[in-house]
């Protein structure tokens, strides 16, 4: 089975911190996502990388960066965190292979509930 | 990117079969249809893929008519167990790299 790991469960930060939010994942999938949830407003995809090093924009990626030096390995970077980034945050992976990176089901961690204070 | 649309909630009882729809008006010719269900406190996991006519597994059959523009999923007789949200997502095969937008998901929940 694949397991994506998101390194904490739980994070309280204060307002202005540097947070960083790790996700690791063991199939060897191309492609990782970020997604933020919260009530009302579903997933929404914050960014996504389909290679090392590659990083695309999602759809609320002000705020945020990323890095994908490893390919098991994707971090989401709050550079100076602020009240309304209090969510929770997801990790995603799923693989290319021949059928291309939209149409593979993700596979999410159980997510990150951040706290900014 | 399809956009998709779904009820926000539905209540049903413990046995009865649920359909959930999604719509999906512009999905493209290379798109899949995907539903995914969450628990609290945790990640979506993946349910069924399908795309287009009927696909059934050990959870839920997923119904695609011919012109694709809607999709649903049944869940047979369902339990206490099966409250959750259910999220459909429009995405395709192949093609350039493109973002993966969920809607907002149809929260179920089962009653006694």
């Known amino acids: 089975d694949v397991k994506v790991t998101q390194s904490s469960r739980y994070l309280v930060k204060r307002t202005g911190e540097k947070v960083f939010l790790e996700c690791v994942q063991d199939?060897?999938?191309?492609?990782m996502f970020w997604y933020r949830q919260d009530p009302g407003l579903g997933l929404r995809l914050i960014y996504f990388s389909y290679d090392v090093k590659m990083k695309e924009k999602g759809d609320i990626p002000e705020g945020y960066s990323v890095s994908r030096e490893k390919k098991e390995r994707f971090s989401l970077i709050l550079e100076s965190a602020s009240t309304n980034q209090t969510s929770m945050y997801l990790c995603a992976s799923s693989p290319s292979g021949g059928t291309g990176m939209r149409g593979s089901p993700l596979h999410f961690g159980n997510g990150t509930r951040l706290t900014v204070t | 990117l399809a956009k998709t649309t779904q009820p926000i909630s539905m209540d049903s009882y413990e046995g009865q079969e649920v359909n959930i729809t999604c719509s999906h008006n512009n999905i493209a010719t290379n798109d899949y249809i995907t539903w995914y269900q969450q628990f609290p406190s945790q990640g979506p996991r993946f349910i069924i893929q399908?795309?287009?006519t009927k696909v059934t597994n050990e959870v839920a059959s997923l119904f695609i008519p011919a012109d694709r523009k809607s999709s649903t999923l049944s869940l047979p007789r369902v339990s206490l167990s099966d409250t959750a949200v259910y999220y459909c997502?429009?995405?395709?095969?192949?093609?350039?790299?493109?973002?993966?937008?969920f809607g907002k998901g149809t929260k179920l929940s089962v009653k006694p």
């Open positions: 399908g795309y287009k």
């Open positions: 997502l429009v995405a395709g095969y192949g093609g350039s790299q493109g973002n993966l937008i």
């Open positions: 199939m060897d999938h191309e492609n």
